[in-house]
């Protein structure tokens, strides 16, 4: 009886990019057997073609091949976007008067599989609160890669953004204020879970689930849009009876739904295993520019008639060439009267001076429009597709019109 009496399969994770494997056989020279891979679509191997088809040829088995001592081929496992497995089946032919050794469990079959990662897809996106009125939500972008792998420096794949962000552009928009620059520790990922059971001024709350809550991480909003209390983390967790520790006391009923942040770098890869680096970032106001409306015919006034207040902020610095006094502390936008097309301003430390309609007027620290900068670097994709937020409330405040 011929003996098949070894195989040789890399049956270790494959990445989502197409890769060659060998498959290698090894037994005595007159050992016959027969070969196929299944996908877990379906669809066979042609080992012709080396792809995967739904149609069943000859060509999607190696039959009756002779090991002669030792028999080795490729398969080519294909580009996926989502995960995969594939069978390898390898039969001794009894007709050939073949078999497997004692080494194997089974004497005519032999069957293994291979699995294959997909791609993980992580977006980054403008995450907008309850303080700013914008225009729709500002995508920074997205970024696709293998999650089977670490990348490392220069093979690290990044998103590289430079968005504009406006404002409704409605008759009480009053604009953006730069609260801050951004940092990395701004950017979050969001998740929710459900109260089991009401609490009372607690530090600890019991949940339905625990996944892809760690330590470290914000409880923003303990049911809907409710806040929690400020400043509320999670300080400790409790697997065995799903309990977490806050660090500060909430009170919560039973199936609140609580909205959890984990913010900045380092919390985020503990709760979803995604590697981020942020560099160059950083929010700057577009300049904001105005018109007279109508002619200021004497000097000393601290009010202007202008096109539309859209953008225009309690506390902006105003520049034009009719300033007839200026203050030491700069001229300021003192109030404003909105309207999308009309509306007026008054000013504070200084007066205008005598100027025709349609003269040019520079606002300086509020805008309808802000263009937000930086770039991200990733080491480690997701399983899952996953959104990456920047909390725009922290580094932009809505303006304000007296």
């Known amino acids: 009886m011929n003996k098949i009496t070894n195989i040789e399969i890399d049956s270790s994770l494959l990445p989502s990019s197409s890769t060659t494997r060998y498959i290698k056989i090894i037994g005595d020279s007159d050992a016959v057997f027969t070969l196929e891979v299944k996908k877990s679509d379906g669809k066979y191997y042609d080992f012709t073609t080396d792809a995967f088809t739904t149609t069943q040829t000859s060509r999607n088995k190696l039959t009756n091949v002779k090991v002669g001592g030792q028999y080795q081929t490729n398969i080519t496992f294909p580009t996926v976007s989502s995960a995969e497995t594939y069978t390898i089946t390898i039969y001794a032919l009894p007709a050939f008067d073949t078999e497997f050794s004692d080494f194997f469990p089974n004497k005519i079959f032999y069957q293994t599989q291979v699995s294959q990662v997909g791609a993980g897809t992580i977006t980054f996106s403008g995450g907008i609160g ?9 995508e920074l972008g997205e970024s696709t890669g293998d999650v089977s792998a670490r990348h490392f420096k ?4 990044g998103v590289k953004f430079s968005t504009t962000l406006s404002t409704n552009g409605a008759a009480a928009d009053a604009g953006f204020i730069i609260a801050d620059q951004p940092s990395s520790d701004d950017f979050y990922w969001a998740t929710t879970e459900t109260v089991d059971g009401t609490t009372s001024s607690s530090t600890t709350v019991v949940v339905d689930d625990l996944s892809n809550l760690v ?3 914000d409880l923003v909003y303990k049911t809907g849009t409710t806040p929690a209390a400020a400043n509320t983390k999670i300080v400790a967790i409790d697997i065995d009876t799903k309990t ?6 909430n009170s919560l009923t039973n199936n609140d739904v609580m909205t959890f942040r984990a913010y900045g770098p380092e919390v985020i890869r503990d709760a979803i295993g995604i590697g981020l680096e942020f560099f160059n970032l950083g929010i700057e106001l577009v300049q904001l520019t105005n018109t007279l ?5 004497s000097a000393g006034g601290t009010s202007a008639d202008v096109y539309g207040t859209s953008g225009i902020s309690k506390g902006a610095t105003i520049r034009c060439k009719f300033l007839a006094l200026q203050g030491v502390a700069g001229t300021t936008i003192g109030s404003v009267t909105q309207d999308d097309e009309a509306g007026s301003i008054t000013i504070s430390n200084g007066a205008f001076g005598v100027s025709k309609a349609k003269s040019k007027i520079y606002i300086d620290g509020s805008s309808s429009s802000a263009t937000l900068t930086g770039k991200v670097l990733i080491d480690q994709y997701p399983e899952a597709n996953q959104t990456i937020y920047l909390d725009l409330d922290r580094i932009l405040t809505a303006g304000r019109a007296s």
Request: hydrophobic share 30%; proline share 4%; aromatic share 0%.
């Open 130 to 138: 309850t303080t700013l009125s914008m225009t729709g939500t500002p």
């Open 293 to 297: 409306r109508t002619t200021i015919s």
């Open 154 to 157: 220069n093979s690290r794949n």
């Open 215 to 217: 330590e470290g991480m």
């Open 244 to 249: 977490l520790t806050l660090s500060v006391a």
